[in-house]
């Protein structure tokens, strides 16, 4: 091979290694996660936006917010998604005049990995309309599983303090993190929460850590 072909062949070879060389995440989103779910671009209501959320399912002990600070501090490039399924669902509660609970996917892509950070969004008008959406799926463990939380809720509304959502879970590389997001946020990310609910009162937020 003359040299002029080879150092052709060589720089070709490099540049197949360099452009398929690293994972799917570092380059753009994980299109065969998105489309293995279902999942589609949404735009988040405003309200939901700069709402303030809790991060345990269940025994939360405070409330984080807001959506959108949370959101900037993660880095990254981000975007919402929603499942195509429940998307046919919260259009449908819309027809019939009705506000339903719905899960939203926050896509958070990194350099070395893909996020997503799974929420719950609520459009509770008290904390007794949260109680009897969890009722109506727990039953009657409901009040085990939820009634100290509701009393708590009822505090930090009296207050001026309402969620509007849960951040459920996170998914990184598929799978499901076994860790509460409240303490993933909190010890990984420093996110700090606004409000204590077993003490029932408002927290002193230091600069940098949200």
Known sequence: MRPKKWYLAAFMLMLAVLTTGFPADAAGPDRTYRAENGLQVFE?????LEGYFIAREKMPVYIFGTVRDFTALLGGATTWLI???????????????????????????????????????????????????????????????????QLELETALKQGLKINAELRFLIEQGNVSLQAPEDVIMNRY?????????????????????
């Open 83 to 149: 499942e195509d399924l429940e998307l046919a669902r919260l259009e449908k509660a819309g027809e019939n005049r009705k506000t339903a609970e719905y899960s939203l996917y926050l896509e958070v892509v990194l350099p070395e990995r893909t996020q997503y950070w799974v929420f719950v969004i609520m459009p509770h008008e008290s904390a007794k309309d949260w109680f009897d959406a969890r009722r109506a799926f727990h039953g009657s463990k409901a009040q085990d599983y939820y009634g100290k939380t």
């Open 44 to 48: 988040p209501p405003a309200w939901f």
């Open 190 to 210: 420093h996110f700090r929460p606004v409000f204590d609910l077993g003490l029932g009162r408002w927290l002193e937020v230091s600069p940098g850590t949200r």
